[in-house]
């Protein structure tokens, strides 16, 4: 597609976010719909990211959070949870490459513990090969809790004896998986669900959301650039007053 037709299609907008957080839901009722099992949803999930990172460099986004698998949910049927940990696994084999050539500098925010050590160096090593991409950064929140990072965050601080009277705001998002990242913008939830679900709780204290009821897998450039229009009109006032 050529310049003309994509700025004629999505004109500039007059203001765009630093950071766009994605909860990226309803995978599971997309395949219900087709009489797929879940984990084909999943997939088509996955499938969906190239794209969306794609737009998210066309339309100006330099920081996208992509919530991939929550700390809650390991509360799913074991097979469905090993599905996920495999589709991620394969995920890695197949896009890092293409990623990486694209400029795409990929990082982890969550709790690698758990995992294999197999799953956890493959992660870590997607992540020290794009480290120097400038394109484009996507945090992947994979056994990502906001309540959990917070915890993380406050038990690194205690082990640091840092004096309680410097603990301030600024200290503790150093302390977060997203530090040096400014606080995300706007959050982006897909399936029509209105809650946050413990994703970027202290860095979302004035992000914008935007609910839209197209599912995951069929969340496209379109959707994303109608998220970000919406997020251009809000009038974000911090507790102030906009004259
Ligand atoms: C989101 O899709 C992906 C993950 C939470 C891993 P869901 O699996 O939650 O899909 P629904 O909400 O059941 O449709
Ligand atoms: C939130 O979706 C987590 C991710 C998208 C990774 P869920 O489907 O797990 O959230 P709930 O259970 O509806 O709150
Ligand atoms: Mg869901």
Redesign the pocket.
Known sequence: MSHAQESTQYPPLPALPAHVGI???GN?RWARKRGLPRLAGHRAGVENLRQVLRSAVELGVPIVTL????T??WHRPPDEVRGLLRILNDALDKEVGELHKNGVQLRHLGDLSPLSPHLKARIQDAVALTRDNDRIIANI?FNYGGRQEIVAAVRRIVRQNIPPDTIDEALISDHLYTAGQPDVDLVIRT?G?M?V???MIWQGAYAEYYMTPKLWPDFDKDEFYRALEAFSQRDRRYGGLNS
């Open positions: 909860i990226m839901d599971g919530y991939a698998f929550s809650e949910n929140a399936s669900e809650r679900s413990n994703f």
